[in-house]
């Protein structure tokens, strides 16, 4: 089939149809430049002059051999900008690449409505980077540019102010709104297959191993982990645990997971081993979490979990995760019991969680048995280095080097260090002593919003506490960090640090003013609202919603639904217009008139209803002669615009409405 060309496609553009066009492409590339090779905008800048100057008829259109030569160019920098792997930001920048060369080849409004199309795929690629609601406040703007833009193409007038160009499209937008809505909230969700990957890497966080110096890293990353959101009172700071790894695996450098770890052995909550392997007793938690990508399968529960959203798994060693890798935020619900005791362990889990390097450390091991020896039991030999801790120890970001028995390095010499630095020398001398011991890894405390209640926990809460196997008591918690530095668990980090460690701790924005704190807890609270309701709605979120509007989900109902609220918003919209259209709109012409009759009204002057302008104007003239040059002027030009078509006079006669006085 051949489709003709339709003679209004291939008219030339007009030059405030090419503003319109540089301008939206300004709006809907800015959010982009923030993520593609810098470059880009250079080009962008570039070519848009290069178009400009075509149209002054300064410079001519580019040949073949120079086309070719730009985007050659242009192909060699993304390679050599973002390696040869197909990624999103390679996606992306290649389509803004197309979109701005494009420009170059802009002589009609056929090309005009294609580079507009391509603009829609460029606008809705940017939520996948900017996910927050003003993002999509910013989305809707250039919406309502775009098609305003594509509306201006085809106006017959080119004199318009620019809010008379957007309101239709505003209009138009609105009125989709509601079925927009109600089409987010019934269409069935779609599963991991299509969801779309966050295209950024996970720049920091916790790894899947523990060694001297990890944590101190974190400490300079104020990124966001997790965000809580309690159904129940918010626990203590000192009982905000939030476990995430366990390693009970140590080569005498760091500590990492064992095999049986890795392997699996996970409960659901049905499962009768369970609640054999946990004893729940009191002080139940209900919270919702919101967990950041971290390309991780591991995730953040307060011990010890008691229930939780059915897309997790628990691990034997009491830790939520999920069954793939986080690669875009997720949300889950988890119910807490922070008074529990773990109370079942196998021989060969036992001996596991023994197990040292044959070498290294000699000094620790020898004053691990001589300690025991002298205190008799677990408990006092546990309460005998605390005591250590407390008198000898300092807690530092930035401690001294340790040799290579890091561990008889920091108990016996330094004794400087942080979290993983306490951990680490407690269990090795727990092992050393012949007592079951591991290290436990997650974050501590958070920072609480006092808009919404919620809890923002950071990379720089992180901490690594203990867990020491005590006979008839299971698995029991212990903080040696918390031995040093008491603040670090009842206030937060930046209360436990000296003036000169603090420097190097990284805060949230605007910390230091308490309005700037105050905006930033709005932000963080309305963002969340957001991030619950809008990006979270998943098919679990959405069976819940419909449940409760229908009672029961079935396909029936929720046509019924569709055709009620769908058929409501179509039939009030149908009102709504005919209402309008029952209101004959004015022409411009007409409207201009009547606002030259309403100053004239107020000298006591109205025009007749079989009266012409001008033979108003002239009835007017005749009992005023001092208004005849500004009425004349007017009634001329009145004229030629309305009746000569003449669209540059249009301007003319406003302003002369404008500046007359009676």
Request: hydrophobic share 50%; with cysteine; net charge positive.
């Given at each position: 089939m051949i489709f003709k060309k339709s003679p209004a496609q291939e008219q030339p553009i007009s030059r405030t149809g090419l503003a319109w066009l540089l301008c939206v492409q300004v709006f809907i590339l800015a959010p982009h430049f923030v993520t593609v090779p810098a470059w880009i905008a250079l080009v962008w800048i570039m070519v848009a002059f290069w178009r400009w100057r075509i149209f002054q008829g300064a410079w001519n259109y580019p040949g073949k051999l120079k086309k070719t030569i730009l985007v050659f160019v242009c192909c060699a920098g993304l390679f050599f900008s973002l390696g040869s792997g197909f990624k999103f930001e390679s996606m992306v920048?290649?389509?803004?690449?197309?979109?701005?060369?494009?420009?170059?080849?802009?002589?009609?409004?056929?090309?005009?409505?294609?580079?507009?199309?391509?603009?829609?795929?460029?606008?809705?690629?940017?939520?996948?980077?900017?996910?927050?609601?003003?993002?999509?406040?910013?989305?809707?703007?250039?919406?309502?540019?775009?098609?305003?833009?594509?509306?201006?193409?085809?106006?017959?007038?080119?004199?318009?102010?620019?809010?008379r160009n957007i309101r239709p499209s505003i209009a138009i937008l609105l009125q989709a709104i509601p079925f927009m809505i109600l089409l987010f909230v019934v269409v069935p969700r779609l599963g991991s297959f299509w969801a779309v990957p966050t295209p950024l890497q996970a720049k920091t966080g916790m790894s899947d191993s523990m060694s001297p110096g990890d944590f101190t890293e974190l400490m300079e990353s104020n990124e966001l982990a997790f965000r809580v959101s309690f159904a129940t009172e918010i626990p203590a700071r000192e009982k905000l645990y939030w476990r995430s790894l366990v390693f009970s695996l140590f080569d005498g450098k760091k500590w990492s997971q064992s095999r049986e770890q890795k392997s699996g052995n996970y409960f659901n909550q049905a499962s009768d081993n369970l609640r054999s392997h946990l004893e729940y007793k009191a002080d139940r938690v209900e919270y919702d979490v919101i967990a950041e990508a971290s390309m991780q399968s591991w995730l953040y529960a307060l011990p010890a979990p008691e229930s939780w959203s059915r897309n997790l798994a628990f691990a034997r060693d009491m830790r939520l995760r999920a069954f793939d890798p986080v690669i875009e935020r997720m949300g889950y619900h988890v119910v807490s019991s922070l008074t529990y005791q773990l109370n079942e362990i196998d021989a060969e889990e036992l001996e596991q969680n023994k197990q040292l390097p044959k070498n290294g450390n000699l000094k620790t091991r020898e004053r691990a048995q001589e300690w025991l020896a002298e205190t008799g039991s677990t408990e006092k030999l546990i309460a005998k280095l605390f005591e250590y801790y407390r008198q000898s120890f300092f807690y530092t970001l930035k401690p001294p080097p340790l040799g290579v028995d890091t561990v008889d390095d920091f108990l016996w010499n330094t004794r400087q260090g942080f979290c993983e630095h306490f951990s680490s020398s407690f269990v090795f001398f727990m092992r050393a002593a012949g007592v079951p011991a591991r290290v436990v890894v997650g974050y501590q405390g958070g920072d609480i919003n006092s808009v919404d209640n919620s809890l923002a926990v950071r990379q720089r809460d992180a901490h690594a506490w203990a867990e020491v196997w005590l006979d008839g008591r299971g698995w029991v918690m212990f903080d040696p960090t918390a031995a040093v530095a008491p603040e670090r668990v009842q206030k937060g980090i930046e209360q436990s640090l000296s003036a000169t460690d603090q420097q190097f701790l990284a805060k949230p924005f605007g910390s230091s003013f308490k309005l700037l704190s105050l905006v930033r807890?709005?932000?963080?609270?309305?963002?969340?609202?957001?991030?619950?309701?809008?990006?979270?709605?998943?098919?679990?979120?959405?069976?819940?919603?419909?449940?409760?509007?229908?009672?029961?989900?079935?396909?029936?109902?929720?046509?019924?639904?569709?055709?009620?609220?769908?058929?409501?918003?179509?039939?009030?919209?149908?009102?709504?217009?005919?209402?309008?259209?029952?209101?004959?709109?004015?022409?411009?012409?007409?409207?201009?008139?009547?606002?030259?009759?309403?100053?004239?009204?107020?000298?006591?002057?109205?025009?007749?209803?079989?009266e012409t302008p001008r033979a108003f104007i002239d009835r007017v003239i005749l009992s005023k002669p001092n208004w005849a040059i500004p009425l004349q002027g007017f009634i001329e030009l009145y004229e030629q615009w309305a009746y000569a078509e003449d669209l540059e006079a249009e301007a003319k006669v406003k302003a002369a409405v404008r500046k007359f006085r009676i």
């Open positions: 920048s290649l389509l803004i690449i197309g979109f701005t060369l494009k420009l170059l080849e802009l002589k009609n409004k056929k090309d005009f409505v294609l580079l507009i199309f391509i603009a829609f795929f460029i606008l809705a690629a940017q939520f996948i980077a900017f996910n927050h609601f003003l993002a999509a406040f910013y989305g809707f703007g250039c919406l309502s540019l775009l098609c305003a833009t594509l509306m201006q193409l085809y106006r017959q007038s080119e004199h318009d102010s620019i809010w807890e709005q932000w963080d609270a309305v963002n969340l609202t957001w991030i619950q309701w809008v990006m979270n709605y998943d098919s679990s979120s959405q069976a819940s919603l419909l449940e409760k509007l229908l009672g029961d989900v079935s396909p029936m109902r929720i046509a019924v639904l569709m055709v009620l609220t769908g058929g409501g918003f179509g039939v009030l919209l149908f009102v709504l217009l005919i209402f309008r259209s029952s209101k004959q709109e004015l022409p411009e012409t007409a409207r201009v008139y009547l606002q030259l009759c309403k100053k004239l009204k107020g000298a006591g002057f109205a025009p007749q209803s079989t």
